[in-house]
């Protein structure tokens, strides 16, 4: 099967949802529908040999309508060639369909498109900031982002600030955290037996 | 792995940024029971540099430097990977010589990340003597990597449409040398790792990726190939001049560990029968490309010719005016698959400039590799993973 090929048989199939089909240097790009880019992901790896998808990008076409997009460069280990779908995204609805139920390897490159452009990828299970820090204000790729980067607070630890949820097992014998008991009054195997260790401990004042 | 009954001993633990065998900044969170990992979260970003961003805002040449800071033990390899990708870019196609220089550089870069790779592997399972013997011959390497460009280490050697300059006439003989005293490393190596207990008991039949699951995680390079998937960019789609060299690509049958490593011994094999077929049938001619509007010229004809002077005041201030258009282009790099997408609207610098980091992509095969493993066990398959954080975060 040769690109224009498979330009044809979608053609065929999703008559109405390729908008657009490019050729540059031998790549062929299509442009579909946003809303059947599942159907149209999920067509291809089942029934066209799709079976990698190498690379997702977000682009930020600033100034244009609609304003994003994001590609999907898809390689086929049967036919032996890479080809590229995309889809048109504006900015006022910034969802986009995860497909990160038909290729795994989306998870991070979604992830990756949502911390830098501001996608948000609907049914993706875990669409959280990859590079930059949770809790971070601005999406850095888009083009009215300034390169010299703008003032944000950075992360900080004591106030909790850079992580999504507390500090898991907070107070628990494994985490030192400061003004807590020092780690060998936490150990719970210093003492003997169950009743030394709660008198010990009624003696530190402690209840826990 | 036995189904064992959990001890209700759930625990949280965070290993790295700072840890010696995450290689790097890469920071996991485990969830154990007892020893047993049952779920792990790989966090990353921690060297992110906003690469892509600074792209937008140079010109396709200015970013050749930025292309060494990716994956840093395999500079060469970038460089030659994103020349490649703004020359299809431009519809350009470099010279017999300057491809076979390329390809000794992607090869040299190679053995170095391999090397490295395998070193630190040894390492991380306790067999410190290998780390010894490979950093030796990768010191080698970065004396080649010195010779040919003048840097040991950020070698920024390609440009778009050539090399910053032809290679000097002592790098041949030197590379000579290098290839009769590098098997007898490799072997030395072969001999301390590969049948020895302590290590074929901490790697064989860990983290095992199978075909399926490698295919749909996007893994590629040497641990794709690991899990039995024959595939290698320099085989299947042949750039650089790959299809005039004879090599083999090893294939694993299990997608373990010991796989991994048994791969990359094999590769490191194969580069060395590319590197004496390139340095035999190096041939003569012109280095850069003959297109005046793109290839920078040379200084000497910049500082005696008029037009020289005007291309090289155009491509230096404004930068190559690459046509508009959109290009996906990928190298077989140490590490995997590095793509770079590129998308131009003219003007001298990209619209978008996507990199495709074989690290980035590798790393996400880790929670389903380490589900059910030690923490020991962990340890083994991040050195098998072999990925350089500064690509990953870029």
Excluded at chain 1, 118 to 134: A, E, K, Q, T, V
Excluded at chain 2, 299 to 316: D, G, Y
Aim: a negative charge.
């Amino acid at each position: 099967m040769t690109p224009q090929q498979l330009v044809e048989q979608l053609r065929a199939r999703f008559n109405g949802a390729i908008h657009n089909v490019t050729e540059f240097r031998g790549q062929t790009g299509v442009t579909v529908a946003r809303e059947r880019l599942v159907e149209i992901c999920r067509f291809l790896k089942a029934e066209c040999g799709f079976d990698m998808l190498s690379d997702l990008a977000g682009v930020d076409n600033y100034g244009q309508y609609p304003r994003f997009e994001v590609d999907y460069t898809l390689y086929s280990f049967t036919h032996r060639f890479w080809f590229r779908l995309k889809i048109k995204v504006p900015e006022d609805d910034m969802t986009v369909d995860s497909v990160t139920g038909i290729w795994r390897t989306a998870n991070w490159h979604e992830r990756e498109a949502f911390d830098m452009f501001g996608l948000r990828f609907r049914g993706h299970p875990n669409l959280r900031r990859i590079l930059m820090w949770d809790g971070y204000p601005y999406h850095p790729l888009r083009k009215d982002f300034p390169l010299a980067g703008m003032e944000a607070e950075l992360p900080d630890p004591e106030a909790g600030a850079g992580r999504a949820e507390p500090a898991p097992m907070l107070g628990g014998p494994f985490v030192a955290g400061s003004g807590a008991r020092p780690s060998s009054q936490r150990e719970p195997r210093q003492y003997d037996t169950l009743a030394e260790r709660e008198e010990k401990q009624k003696l530190h004042g402690d209840t826990a | 792995m036995l189904e064992a009954e959990p001890a209700g001993e759930r625990m949280i633990l965070n290993m790295g940024p700072q840890h010696p065998s995450t290689h790097g900044v890469l920071r996991l969170v485990l969830e154990l029971d007892g020893e047993e990992i049952t779920e792990c979260r790989p966090e990353i970003g921690y060297l992110h540099r906003g690469d892509e961003k600074i792209a937008e805002n140079l010109t396709w040449t200015q970013f050749i430097p930025y292309t060494d800071r990716l994956d840093y033990l395999a500079p060469l390899a970038n460089n030659v990977a994103y020349a490649y990708a703004v020359e299809k870019l431009c519809g350009i196609e470099v010279p017999p010589r300057c491809q076979a220089i390329r390809v000794i550089a992607s090869e040299l870069a190679r053995i170095s990340s391999h090397l490295l790779g395998i070193g630190t592997f040894g390492m991380d399972m306790g067999a410190m003597t290998v780390f010894l013997y490979t950093f030796e011959a990768r010191e080698k390497i970065y004396d080649l990597c010195e010779c040919l460009s003048g840097a040991r280490f950020t070698t920024s050697y390609t440009r778009i449409g050539g090399l910053a300059h032809d290679m000097p006439p002592e790098f041949l003989p030197m590379l000579r040398k290098f290839l009769k005293e590098v098997p007898a490393t490799i072997d030395e190596v072969d001999r301390l790792l590969s049948r020895n207990k302590i290590f074929l008991e901490r790697t064989r039949d860990i983290g095992v990726l199978s075909r399926a699951d490698a295919v749909d995680l996007g893994i590629t390079g040497p641990c794709l190939r690991a899990s039995g998937v024959e595939w290698d960019i320099r085989k299947a789609h042949p750039y650089s001049g790959y299809e005039n060299y004879q090599f083999d690509v090893p294939v694993g049958t299990v997608g373990d560990c010991y796989d991994r490593y048994l791969v990359r011994m094999e590769e490191m094999r194969q580069s060395v029968r590319i590197l004496q077929q390139a340095a035999n049938q190096m041939p003569d001619g012109p280095c850069n490309a003959p297109e005046a509007k793109i290839v920078l010229p040379e200084k000497k004809a910049v500082l005696t010719k008029m037009e020289e002077l005007i291309h090289h005041f155009l491509l230096v201030t404004q930068g190559i005016n690459a046509p508009p258009g959109e290009i996906y282009f990928s190298a077989e790099n140490p590490k995997g698959e590095l793509g770079f997408f590129l998308i131009s609207k003219g003007g001298g610098t990209p619209h978008r400039l996507k990199i495709r980091a074989p690290s980035f992509v590798n790393l996400q095969a880790v929670p389903l590799l380490a589900k059910g493993h030690m923490i020991s066990d962990l340890v083994a398959i991040l050195a098998s993973l072999d990925f350089v954080m500064g690509e990953c975060d870029r």
